[in-house]
């Protein structure tokens, strides 16, 4: 069993990882509005009808906080997390890019590109390692 890589960076392609963090971050947000949306004025509703007083307008602002405040703590994690997530993508692209032009530089290439577990494009990667066995 070959010696197990770890990540040391995780940002290798910060323009794409950044830009995929961000769509993500968008698109949660986006979810989160339109379903916060429709579970608080669902929800508001019954208990309009059901409760009457003065403390009803303290339950409203309270329960739109904790919306607001879970809800964009969750979509900030997750967007963090896409950082991670993007790496398995990201980290492959940069290894066979930087395999590709080592090749093309010097017409020797590496003996194998060696992916790590999870990640992405080892169909691509064998591929790769066929083609420079060929030299």
Known sequence: MGKRQIRKQYLINKRFQIN???????????VAIASGWAVYYAVW???IVELHGVQLARLYHVIGERILFYGLGVI?????LS???????????YKMKTTIDKFLETGTGPE???????????DLSDSLNRLFAKK
Request: charged content about 15%.
């Open 76 to 80: 900030i994690a997750l967007s963090v």
């Open 20 to 30: 995929m963090a961000i769509r993500l971050f968008i698109c949660l947000l986006l």
């Open 45 to 47: 509703e019954a208990v």
């Open 112 to 122: 194998t590109i060696h992916l790590r577990k999870g990640d992405a494009f080892k």
């Open 83 to 93: 950082i991670f997530f993007s790496h398995k993508i990201a980290g492959p692209v």
